[in-house]
């Protein structure tokens, strides 16, 4: 008897599991959008063309629709993600590998609600939990813009990813959890350029995806906003309240780091924020004002200065010093005036801030401004750096010149740099 109940109490439960099995897969599935013919560029109004060519530098679409040595837009370039590599799909209107039988319903389907024009996922990779903020009036500029690019016939790489995050209807469920469709509704508690900045910041600009550190799942920490992240090996600062920037950044500030790249004050934008720096350089100036009153706004007035130690009891380090002397000095404590020049180091969160990669990684690597465009130039050091070297450069710099208590994971990322380095 008790066999009986048990084997009858398993058969129930089957069923229903074998019910929300049924029920997910329904939530999941999406239909196909008939394709259609590529609309001719005479087709689209040019104001909505230079709009969405505006828009397509506020999300920074070219840096991760083109692969390095490949054609614009054209994908493949690689993104990795601590579930496996993704690669960025061609969005030219080439027909056969890019984007040239979607309609604008397809587009803004898929910046919407994350589905391509096949009815799949879309890996959040493509942010479209940012994207779906956008209007529609912008989602049209942007479609109008991307279709009359140069097609460019590059098949996209499969994707490196384990079963089961290879399934992309199992993306519904993550969608479930954490994606809020949009688009953007005005905040009345604020005036209009802040909603403004909001909407792109938030939208387009996607600020969070690198600012906002994320869960276990990928997503964002909503109670976390502009609290910091991480993206390619680079730390993306908090723009919030937790700001470890020694200097208070204000609107102003942040509107001459956006539209120039530097700031005399805090430093040149390095690491991924380079080629956003640069594409932002394109952008209308209401727009980057309306973003920079924005995040201002977020960052907020400092309540207490940032942490500092007397320099007097800094602490002893000969082979940080003498490296220092030997290799940062003459720029960094020189009068040449950035963007050109080296930023006094007390000043940059680099030096100041919560995590020691990106300071790592600029000794490494240096500063190269994106091909093109003009910027501050500073030689790696990669191949006359030991570690140990490294790392006593490291601890002197943040000692001694950023005055702030030691990081602990240095070892770590001088590791992990140079890793990357060698990938």
């Not at 500030?253 to 004050?265: A, T």
């Not at 380090?317 to 000095?329: E, V």
């Amino acid at each position: 008897m008790k066999t009986f109940v048990t084997r009858r109490l398993v058969v129930r439960l089957l069923w229903v599991l074998g019910a929300l099995l049924l029920g997910f897969i329904a939530y999941a599935w999406r239909s196909p959008i008939p394709p259609v013919d590529a609309p001719a560029a005479e087709s689209f109004d040019a104001a909505s063309i230079r709009r969405g060519a505006q828009l397509a530098a506020l999300g920074d679409c070219v840096t991760c629709h083109s692969a390095p040595g490949s054609e614009t837009f054209a994908g493949g370039r690689e993104v990795v993600t601590p579930f496996g590599t993704i690669y960025s799909t061609n969005i030219t209107p080439d027909p056969s590998t890019g984007i040239g039988h979607w309609s604008q319903a397809a587009f803004q389907r898929a910046m919407r609600e994350g589905v391509n024009r096949e009815g799949d996922h879309l890996y959040p990779a493509f942010p479209y939990d940012h994207y779906t903020l956008v209007n529609d009036a912008d989602s049209a500029a942007l479609y109008a813009f991307i279709m009359t690019r140069q097609p460019a016939q590059a098949r996209t790489h499969d994707n490196n990813l384990p079963f089961p995050l290879n399934m992309r209807f199992l993306i519904a469920g993550w969608k479930l959890l954490f994606f809020h469709q949009g688009p953007y509704e005005q905040d009345s508690r604020h005036d209009a350029e802040w909603n403004r900045g909001a909407y792109l910041a938030n939208g387009i600009g996607h600020c969070g995806a690198c600012h906002t550190p994320r869960n276990n799942l990928g997503a964002e920490i909503a109670a976390q906003h502009f609290g910091g992240g991480d993206a390619d090996g680079w730390h993306a600062y908090a723009i919030d309240a937790d700001s470890r920037s020694l200097e208070a950044w204000n609107a102003e500030d942040l509107h001459m780091y956006l539209s120039k790249g530097w700031h005399d004050r805090h430093g040149n934008a390095h690491g991924p924020m380079a080629a956003v720096a640069a594409n932002l350089s394109s952008v209308p100036d209401a727009d980057l004002k309306a973003i920079a009153t924005y995040v201002a706004a977020v960052m907020g007035k400092r309540a207490l200065p940032l942490e500092k130690r007397s320099l007097d009891g800094t602490q002893s380090n000969d082979t940080g010093a003498a490296i220092y002397a030997a290799t940062c000095a003459s720029c960094h404590d020189g009068t040449r005036p950035l963007p050109f020049g080296g930023v006094k180091l007390m000043l940059s969160t680099a030096v100041t801030g919560e995590s020691a990669s990106n300071l790592v990684n600029v000794i490494l690597e240096g500063l190269h401004p994106p091909e093109g465009t003009p910027g501050a130039i500073m030689p790696g050091f990669s191949s006359t750096l030991t570690d140990g070297q490294l790392e006593s450069l490291v601890a002197y710099i943040r000692s001694n010149l950023g005055a702030q208590p030691p990081w602990t994971e240095v070892e770590n990322s001088v590791r992990e740099a140079r890793s990357r380095l060698r990938d």
